[in-house]
T-cell receptor
Framework: DQQVKQNSPSLSVQEGRISILNCDYT??????FLWYKKYPAEGPTFLIS?????DKNEDGRFTVFLNKSAKHLSLHIVPSQPGDSAVYFC??????????FGTGTSLTVIP | DAGVTQSPTHLIKTRGQQVTLRCSPK?????VSWYQQALGQGPQFIFQ???????QRGNFPDRFSGHQFPNYSSELNVNALLLGDSALYLC??????????????FGPGTRLLVL
């Protein structure tokens, strides 16, 4: 039972444009959400997080939006850079319990 | 400041064998979680260790066991290996619990191939 879903396996974006990565979840008890970036042969690298008490969190070029009513979160990268090309995972947890990960979206930023 | 380290980086075993993977957490972190990532999938939670005890466990059989040492490092043991155990095994560490929200930091993983 996949509680966190990333329905787009891949995304291509021109350099300088906005990248929007989406994530849906089914468990309404989730209260903490994370985005990770993963390069080949490396472990996931933490990007940004958001608590369920917020609907937006921003860190430099990265912004995460949370829509609790729709059980949806998204990661915006502006402007996109070639170095952003990687697989992006969203993850969610409920009250400090285990994290559930999506299957990832492979982002390619075209120079 | 060293991040999360794991050893070995790669491992090849045959069915039925046993394997031990090792993890050292990020400095200052006392909680270690283990994940299995199959090809094309996201990481799946195996279990988490805190104060040398297994605190939470995912949906994995008893063939998967672990240990945490007083210095917070951890081992993942898998017995009676199956072909389906071939995967990237990731270790993640986190700070002492603050409320219910803790960010996990991952190591580079150990790639296990079972033949």
């Amino acid at each position: 039972d996949q509680q966190v879903k990333q329905n787009s396996p891949s995304l291509s974006v021109q350099e300088g444009r906005i990248s929007i990565l989406n994530c849906d979840y089914t468990n309404s008890m989730f209260d903490y959400f994370l985005w990770y970036k993963k390069y080949p042969a490396e472990g996931p690298t933490f990007l940004i997080s958001i608590s369920s008490i917020k609907d937006k969190n921003e860190d430099g070029r990265f912004t995460v939006f949370l829509n609790k009513s729709a059980k949806h979160l998204s990661l915006h990268i502006v402007p996109s850079q070639p170095g952003d090309s990687a697989v992006y995972f969203c993850a969610a947890s409920a009250r400090g319990n285990q994290f559930y990960f999506g299957t990832g979206t492979s982002l390619t930023v075209i120079p | 400041d060293a991040g999360v380290t794991q050893s070995p980086t790669h491992l090849i075993k045959t069915r039925g064998q046993q394997v031990t993977l090792r993890c050292s957490p990020k400095s200052g972190h006392d909680t270690v979680s283990w994940y299995q990532q199959a090809l094309g999938q996201g990481p799946q939670f195996i279990f988490q260790y805190y104060e040398e005890e297994e605190r939470q466990r995912g949906n994995f059989p008893d063939r998967f066991s672990g240990h945490q040492f007083p210095n917070y490092s951890s081992e993942l043991n898998v017995n009676a290996l199956l072909l389906g155990d071939s995967a990237l095994y990731l270790c993640a560490s986190s700070l002492p619990r603050q409320g219910f929200q803790e960010t996990q930091y991952f190591g580079p993983g150990t790639r296990l191939l079972v033949l």
